[in-house]
């Protein structure tokens, strides 16, 4: 049974930084897209980055404009995790973060369908 666990959500003020952590048992990350999404009250859950894998480079990263230079989407697959460092945190940051698995490539990374097994998410709150 493969279970995604995401951890290191939690309070912060505007400017800070937060790195959540994606876990997961029953299927090996190295071999899967992963992907960071979020949900704010009364929105869509949108895509916030993804990392693949890649033959040549080892992964291949892909990040929502909003984002871009601010957050970075890495992995260690000795740990089976992927990371979501998060600086320069702002308020409309603040939503339900989870991660989910699956395959996909380029922007097809962005869109819900490719990922078949999502975690619980994890409260990331920015305060101004």
């Known amino acids: 049974q493969v279970q995604l666990v995401e951890s290191g959500g939690g309070l912060v003020q505007a400017g800070g930084s937060l790195r959540l952590s994606c876990a997961a048992s029953g299927r090996t990350f190295g071999t899967y897209a992963v992907g960071w999404f979020r949900q704010a009250p009364g929105k869509e859950r949108e895509f916030v980055a993804a990392?693949?894998?890649?033959?040549?480079?080892?992964?291949?990263?892909y990040y929502a404009d909003s984002v871009k230079g601010r957050f970075t989407i890495s992995r260690d697959n000795t740990k089976n995790t992927v990371y979501l460092q998060m600086n320069s945190l702002r308020p409309d940051d603040t939503a339900v973060y989870y991660c989910a698995s699956g395959y996909c490539s380029g922007y097809g990374c962005h869109a819900i369908t490719p990922y078949d097994y999502w975690g619980q998410g994890t409260q990331v709150t920015v305060s101004s």
């Open positions: 990392i693949t894998r890649s033959a040549r480079s080892g992964s291949n990263t």
